[in-house]
């Protein structure tokens, strides 16, 4: 369930000092907001935050930046992070169809896009974060030898997904529709919050991985 409407999260939003609050600002400046030149890998739709934070702690030689649309789920990304106070960890609240506003050429290593909306309209399709509209925003600043990892439970985003990465010219890297009884893929796997809803109801996760 979306939270959008958390009164005052907006405000909450404005003060935290793990928000990057002029996200065109930074356009290739990121060491100066992380004070370092470690590789960037960021979500995009990283709902409340769990897989990112996981992967913070897990990785501090890596910087990372969730993306939000939503102040109200942002919110609880951001609590996480004010009781864990990850230095690798920020935020932006924004649409994603202005992320290559945010990154300048090969600022960022690798893409994550977990259970994204699956705007089953034909009329939307540009909306979905794995469209080639979007597949052409992310070759703006991904490495050369960067990639994507998209994960989902739903089989006709996903199968979609996988048409628009060929049709723009990536290439499949690697690919299960059953990610949890894959040993390969699976191994160090973080669940997202959709994930373990989703997976939890019997549902096969799908992923892939993809690369120019
Ligand atoms: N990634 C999380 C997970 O797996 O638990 C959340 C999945 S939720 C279905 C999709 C999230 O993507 C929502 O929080 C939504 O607000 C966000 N989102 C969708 N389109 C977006 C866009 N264009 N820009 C930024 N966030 C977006």
Known sequence: MRLRNIPGSRDVIAESEYVIHDHRAVKGCWENV?????????????????????LASLHPEINYVGIEKYSSVLLRAIQKQEENQFPNLKF???????IAEVFAKDEVDRIYLNFSDPWPKDRH???RLPSRQFLSR????????GVIEFKTDNRVLFDYAVEEAKEAGWKIDEITYDLHNDPKMNEGNIMTEYEERFSQMGNPIYKYIISR
């Open 138 to 145: 992310y070759d703006q600043f991904l490495k050369k030898d």
């Open 34 to 54: 992380f004070g370092n030149d470690k590789p960037i890998r960021i979500e995009i739709g990283m709902g409340k935050g769990r897989f990112i934070c996981e």
């Open 125 to 127: 399709a540009k909306r």
């Open 92 to 98: 932006i609240r924004m649409d994603a169809e202005e």
